[in-house]
């Protein structure tokens, strides 16, 4: 193992992949404009009150929507929903991403994608400048859950599911 000031950013991004993670898009909505993005970064930060934490990149066109909407979405992606990630991941206008459909409105007027294995509503409480990233951490105050629905993974930059025999299968990248 090496160690030392300056690891490259490539290395620790190749090693970060092998950090196995669900997928999820985190959406926000203010004065009639949707946006949202493909995020990993997620966790889970106390349970009273509920509350998450995701990580975004400070120049995404998400983050100053969400900033004036006070508020965001998280909705966690299933297995059959690779095309999603990669539709939100793209750096295309917002109009794009939610042109086609296949999301609905939760009670906070934020756009949640349909089929979601669950999908949280929540209140932005802080956002915190982190280097090249905003840490965003939000109270929950709505939650939807699909019982049924199996979870979209990512792997070594590739998306995975789980088989009905536990082995994870990897399926295609990103791009
Ligand atoms: C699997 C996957 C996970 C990602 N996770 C994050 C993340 O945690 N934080 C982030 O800022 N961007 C993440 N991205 C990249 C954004 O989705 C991408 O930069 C997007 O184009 C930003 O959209 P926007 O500028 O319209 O908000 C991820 C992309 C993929 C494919």
Redesign the pocket.
Known sequence: MSAGPSVDPERFRHAMGRWATG?SIVTAHHEGVD?G?????LLSVSLRPPTVLV???RD???LPVLRRAGGFGVSFLAADQPEL?RR????VP?EAKFRDGGWHRGSTGVPLIDGAVAALECRLVSMTPTFDHELVVGEVVGIEERPDAEPLL?FRGRYADVERDGRIRLGGG?G
């Open positions: 997928v946006a993005l493909t995020v990993n970064a990580s975004l990149q995404v066109d998400t990630s939100f991941a793209q750096s917002s990512f990103p």
